[in-house]
């Protein structure tokens, strides 16, 4: 909830944290995948789009 709340807002830098700690919860990567998908349409496709590399960064992260 709280990654979806900065992402619509366009708040991406804070992201990083509350994404890991969502996933670090239980949220997957598809899920998150998933999420992003659905803002795009609610919260617009640009906010969607500078939340992206944030996301990949974050998933990336977690892969290694």
Known sequence: ?????????????????HLNRAMDNGLTQDEAGA?????AFYASWPRVFSAMPVAADVF???SQ
């Open 1 to 17: 909830m709280t990654v979806a709340a900065l992402i619509a807002t366009g708040q991406p830098e804070q992201m990083t944290f």
């Open 35 to 39: 999420m992003l998908s659905h803002l």
């Open 60 to 62: 990336e992260s977690r």
